[in-house]
Nanobody
Framework: QVQLVESGGGLVQPGESLRLSCAASGFTPRHYYMSWVRQAPGKGLEWVSGIVDDGSDTYYLDSVKGRFTISRDNAKDTLYLQMNSLRREDTAMYYC????????????WGQGTQVTVSS
């Protein structure tokens, strides 16, 4: 049974940092492209960042480039998102997701972790 479990969210002030983690089980993460996707209150899903199976290439939403860093530890079956210089507009539920092999769609999602940026 595929499971993705996010953690690390919380309430922080603008300019502060958080590190999100996503623990994977029930499959072999190193075979999959993985992403972080967020959903702000009252808005749709927004892709934030992605990383290829071996971690050699990473991709970012323009508004988070230079502030967020995606990484993975395939030995620990864990995906990370380091978020620095957080802004109020980064407030959202953050989900990790597994992309289907050979497809642009995502077939597995975690339950999400809430990030709130507020003074």
């Amino acid at each position: 049974q595929v499971q993705l479990v996010e953690s690390g969210g919380g309430l922080v002030q603008p300019g502060e940092s958080l590190r999100l983690s996503c623990a994977a089980s029930g499959f072999t993460p190193r075979h999959y492209y993985m992403s972080w996707v967020r959903q702000a209150p009252g808005k749709g899903l927004e892709w934030v960042s992605g990383i290829v199976d071996d971690g050699s290439d990473t991709y970012y939403l323009d508004s988070v480039k230079g502030r967020f860093t995606i990484s993975r530890d395939n030995a620990k079956d864990t995906l990370y998102l380091q978020m620095n210089s957080l802004r109020r507009e980064d407030t959202a539920m953050y989900y990790c997701a597994r992309r289907s092999v050979g497809s642009w769609s995502y077939d597995s999602w975690g339950q999400g972790t809430q990030v709130t940026v507020s003074s």
